[in-house]
């Protein structure tokens, strides 16, 4: 599936429209639009999110589906996933910076192939023993990019620096005590869609 994410503006999302302030070093876009393109066979899809930080997380308040040249079914509609587009379309909307300067890239720009955020190497150097600051900064913004999708974030910490749930949570809780996740909330059980 193919996203392409615009302001609110219909400008093309870059790391400058991040604006709002979430944590203790990312800032995201207080709103977007996502267009996904084959979301099931023939329909294309919009989505407008603004960011709640009462809910700490986007919520989508609106969606569209197009066929392109065909119908739109309920069978066509059960492949539609709106997580999957959520997904896609946050990493563009979150900016961070690698050194100590002010952001200046898109988390969008560190995905890897097959979705990755981090690559496997800085993922292995993360979880190393001695670096925790490191491990931190990359707690804040996996959990960030997750829960501000509305998906599990301590799930994505696992599967994203391989590591047992019981260890991803407890980094997940120390970065919470930092002040490193304020302004981004998951609550468990809910839906991606809201």
């Not at 996203?3 to 995201?28: C, F, H, S």
């Not at 876009?29 to 393109?37: L, N, Q, S």
């Not at 990359?138 to 696992?158: F, M, R, T, W």
């Amino acid at each position: 599936m193919k996203v392409d994410v615009y302001t609110l503006n219909g400008e093309k999302m870059t790391w400058r429209a991040a604006t709002q302030p979430v944590g203790t070093a990312l800032r995201i876009a207080p709103g977007f639009t996502a267009r996904a393109f084959d979301v099931a066979p023939g329909l294309d899809a919009q989505l407008e999110a603004n960011y709640s930080a009462d809910e700490g997380r986007y919520l989508i308040t609106k969606f569209e589906l197009v066929a392109d040249g065909g119908e739109i079914t309920h069978r066509a509609l059960r492949l539609v996933s709106i997580e999957s587009i959520m997904r896609a379309a946050a990493p563009h909307c979150i900016a961070l910076s690698l050194d100590d300067g002010p952001p200046n890239m898109s988390a969008h720009e560190l995905t890897t192939t097959e979705g990755r955020i981090l690559p496997t190497w800085l993922a292995a150097q993360v979880v190393a023993r001695g670096n925790r600051d490191e491990r931190m900064e990359a707690i804040e913004l996996l959990y960030g990019i997750a829960a501000l999708s509305g998906n599990p974030p301590v799930q994505a910490i696992k599967q994203e620096l391989g590591i047992p749930h019981r260890t991803a949570s407890d980094w997940t809780k120390k970065a919470r005590a930092e002040g490193r996740l304020a302004g981004m909330s998951y609550i468990v059980g809910r839906q991606a869609d809201g």
